[in-house]
């Protein structure tokens, strides 16, 4: 009986469990992706991150200095901090507070009353040894390294992983302070680089100095990041949209005149992007590139680069068309992330594509502007071969779950065929341009992006969306000639499904408007050809071989 009982019990768990393909959630994983009761009731205003940063021990030590202004009544606040770091001390006007802790949540009692509309600050003391990068950028953390001429070479990388797993902070994306303060303390013969622009150096009496590092614009983050390595310097003034750019570079010794060869692509990326989306978003804290010991990240205002100082990415051309070795794949790559991603935010990683999806279907842009639309064409269409379709390109919301890696080459795939439903290039530049206005130093849900999408393009692209982006089907344009007549729908798709399609009959272009139904229209040629427009991502089947 006891045996039976047990059958029972297991087939009921994999029925649940066993087959399902949502990935088990924690209580940790809700602290993390939601906004908390103990988050949503303050809104960031500042940072100021003071840490002295050790090789010698792999240790940070340090303070980050919270401001923000109290939204709703509320006594307790969300930090976050991963370990092995610890929370020492939470200060709030000379008064030390209690600090629950719950994993890499640390709930502080405050005493003094939480006024709506006043402005306060609360300064947190932490440090220790931080977690190292298992695989930065994609596993981050800090990295101890060295280079080759044996000097540290310290970096962060935190994408996915959290801010706090090296600071503490409110480790959640829909909240950005206005501007923020980087101090950071490093032996005297090391520089740190951070991001917006050096305000000052400063000489201690330890042998070390100080660099701090002023972000004068709302900054995600991720974004935020440590540099520290004998980095050389060199600059250049860009002449863009909203005026002189500085762009800085910081690059070890021995990689200078390479890197003065290979970042020339700097201007071609800025004059390429800021034809297509815009302004540089960033022009207060100018833009910045600094060497680094892994691929890059694009850290806001100080895009870290790691790519060999060759074109492709790490050597490789991902479209295969010939076209990705004609860029540096982590300079555009990565410098367009400072449109979508560091200007346009998600709220919530689940929406990772707002990043990934634009900034892939950027590398075309960019081929398009600097050899041509049928270069660019060729480069997009050539990314189809990583697609996978093994998991919709929306993650989970409020777990801190990212979708499927479709985010990149598919997404890219998807705007490119949404180009071709909007078929006038000025408009669907127009449209790009008008984004990164709309949502300028903004954070952003899908549903946003996919209604400011339809407003302007005039055609209700909700079923478009759900297909591509919540869907892992590649919708089949099925048809069938019969004597003069075309039968069509779409299948395989989810319902509703009635993106329109350019198609060649017989060499004549016609715009078809398919839905899950048969329909049918009538051709007047002997032995038609049909030909799907390529541009479209998405499957044919003729049913009758006729
Ligand atoms: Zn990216």
Not at 220 to 247: A, M, P, R
Request: charged share 25%; hydrophobic share 30%; proline share 5%.
């Amino acid at each position: 009986m006891t045996r039976i009982i047990l059958i029972v019990i297991l087939c009921i768990f994999y029925l649940v469990n066993g087959f399902s393909q949502i990935p088990r959630f924690t209580r940790q994983d809700t602290l993390r992706g939601s906004i908390t009761e103990e988050r949503k009731w303050w809104d960031l205003t500042y940072y100021h991150l003071d840490i002295t940063v050790n090789p010698d021990d792999s240790t940070i030590y340090g303070t980050n200095t919270v401001g923000y202004t109290v939204l709703e009544r509320n006594q307790v606040m969300q930090i976050d901090l991963q370990p092995p770091l610890e929370l020492k001390q939470a200060i709030q006007e000379g008064e030390k507070l209690n600090i629950k802790h719950d994993g890499n949540a640390h709930f502080i009692y405050l005493i003094k009353k939480q006024k709506p509309g006043s402005r306060n600050e609360l300064e947190l003391i932490y440090g220790g040894h931080p977690h190292i990068a298992p695989r930065p950028p994609w596993s981050g953390g800090i990295t101890w390294s060295y280079d080759n001429n044996n000097n540290p070479l310290i970096v962060s990388t935190c994408q996915g992983t959290g801010a706090s797993v090296w600071w503490p902070c409110k480790d959640h994306m829909y909240d950005e302070p206005d501007s923020m303060l980087i101090s950071v303390t490093v032996p005297e013969n090391l520089m740190d680089v951070s991001n917006g622009r050096l305000r000052k150096v400063k000489t201690n009496d330890e042998y070390t100095r100080t660099f701090h590092w002023f972000v004068s614009n709302p900054i995600n983050n991720y974004g935020v990041n440590i540099n520290i390595g004998d980095y050389v310097h060199f600059s250049e003034q860009y002449d863009g949209e909203k005026g002189k750019l500085d762009c800085d570079y910081y690059v070890l010794p021995y990689n200078l005149e390479k890197a003065k060869e290979q970042f020339k692509q700097v201007p071609l990326m800025l004059e390429a992007f800021e034809y297509w989306f815009g302004p540089y978003p960033f022009y207060e804290d100018g833009y910045k590139l600094v060497e680094v010991p892994y691929p890059g990240m694009e850290h806001q205002s100080s895009v870290t680069y790691g790519n060999g100082y060759e074109n492709g990415y790490g050597g490789i051309d991902q479209s295969r068309s010939g076209w990705g070795m004609k860029f540096d794949f982590i300079i555009i790559h990565e410098s367009g992330h400072e449109w979508f991603a560091n200007s346009i935010t998600y709220r919530d990683i689940a929406d990772m594509w707002i990043h990934e999806s634009f900034i892939n279907y950027s590398e075309n842009l960019y081929v398009e502007y600097h050899f041509g639309k049928e270069a660019g064409t060729e480069y997009v269409l050539g990314t189809r071969m990583g697609i996978r379709n093994d998991r919709p390109i929306i993650g989970f919301y409020d777990v801190n779950y990212s979708g499927s890696g479709d985010m990149y080459p598919k997404g890219g795939n998807m705007l490119h065929t949404l180009r071709q439903i909007v078929n006038d290039d000025l408009k669907w530049r127009s449209i790009l341009r008008g984004i990164n206005e709309e949502y300028y130093h903004q954070t952003v849900t899908t549903q946003q992006i996919e209604n400011y999408l339809s407003e302007q393009i005039g055609v209700d692209l909700s079923k478009f969306f759900d297909q591509y982006l919540r869907d892992i089907r590649i919708p089949v344009f099925e048809y069938s000639i019969k004597e003069n007549e075309l039968f069509y729908r779409w299948n395989n798709c989810v319902d509703g499904f009635d993106m329109p399609v350019k198609v060649k009959i017989s060499g004549t272009e016609k715009w078809l408007y398919p839905t899950r139904r048969w329909a049918s229209t009538e051709i007047d040629q002997d032995n038609p050809v049909l030909k799907i427009d390529p541009n479209f991502y998405v499957a044919v089947l003729n049913i009758t071989g006729r």
